[in-house]
Every structure is written in C-alpha cells, then in structure tokens.
C-alpha cells in the first residue's frame, strides 16, 4: 500500500513538472525586400540581440508614392520540413479595412494587437508617412505563439507579401524556431 502512495505522489510531482514546461520563441532571421525601388525601400530592417534572453525586430520602410489609399497583406506560416511547407495560416487581409475596423475580426484584432503597440501603423489608410515597427521582443511574439496559439516545436517562417494598389511592393520574412 505504501508504494503505491508513493508511486502516485511521484507521478503528481511529474505531471506537475511536465504542466510547468513552456515553449520558447527564439528570432534567428528577418528578410525585407523592396520589389518595387521607386514605390518604397527599407530604410533598416534587422534582428538586435541584446543579451541572451533578450532580442527585437525593428523595420522601417520608406513610402515614395504617399498617400497609399489601398493595400493588402497576404500573412502566410510555414513550417520547415525539408523546405519551408505551408503550415497552418495563408491569408489575405486589406490592410485598410482592417485598420478602420479593428474590432470586427478575432484575426483581424489578433494582426492588429501585434503591431499596435510597437509602430505607427495605428490609423487607417491613407498612409502618407514611412511605417516603422520598432522593438517587437521577442517576449510579446513568445506569448502569442505559445499561450495564445500553441504550436508544436520546429523551425518556422512567418512570411509577409504587402501589396499597394494590387502589385506587389514588398516582403518580410520572420524566421524562428519555437523549442
């Protein structure tokens, strides 16, 4: 009888262990890329680690044509295999809906809370000033990929098509690994 007690309170101290085990986002990479010069560039875009539990994205895009009235983001997760293999979202939003509208989607709330508070991107179109996103850490993504939307472990892509007027002006391409 006793080892069986004892062989319970052992297998309730482990479960209790295993449910305090948590995920971890950690940045490896960040691509942007202008494919359209004269529409935009990127002014900086780049991963700063400042320590080994702390690390950021910052991105700053120069807009040429301003006022943009009309855009789109295709956001798509892709998780790599043997390649990068779409995952479990592909989806395009406009981005000016979206802002004008920032309590009518769960989605559209969840893309809107990720920025919100780290870029100027906090209005509705038409923009007609250079779009920062300053200092996302990596903490605020770790919470959203791990309480909020868990993911099992591996290496992912979160890759970004933004589109101004239908064409195609630019990438971002967030690359991780979620252990």
């Avoid at 080892?3 to 986002?25: A, C, D, G, M, Y």
């Avoid at 940045?27 to 900086?44: M, R, V």
């Avoid at 700063?48 to 009309?70: D, E, I």
């Amino acid at each position: 009888m006793s080892s069986t007690i004892i062989l319970l309170v052992q297998l309730i101290f482990f479960l209790h262990l295993v449910r305090e085990i948590t995920s971890k986002v950690e940045f490896t990479n960040i691509k942007c890329t202008s494919l359209d010069k004269e529409f935009d560039d990127f002014e900086y875009c780049y991963l700063k680690s400042v320590n080994r539990s702390y690390k950021y994205v910052s991105v700053k895009v120069n807009l040429f044509k301003v006022p943009v009235t009309r855009v789109k983001v295709n956001f798509a997760l892709l998780k790599r295999y043997s390649g990068y293999k779409l995952f479990l979202y592909n989806i395009t939003v406009d981005a000016c809906k979206v802002l004008a509208n920032r309590k009518s989607n769960p989605v559209f709330v969840f893309i809107h809370d990720m920025f919100s508070s780290y870029s100027n991107m906090n209005h509705s179109c038409p923009f007609d000033h250079d779009l920062v996103v300053d200092k996302v850490s990596v903490g605020f993504i770790n919470r959203h990929f791990t309480e909020v939307l868990p993911f099992p472990e591996g290496e992912y892509l979160f890759q970004s098509n933004w589109f101004a007027y239908n064409v195609k002006r630019a990438e971002v391409n967030f690359y991780f690994t979620l252990s």
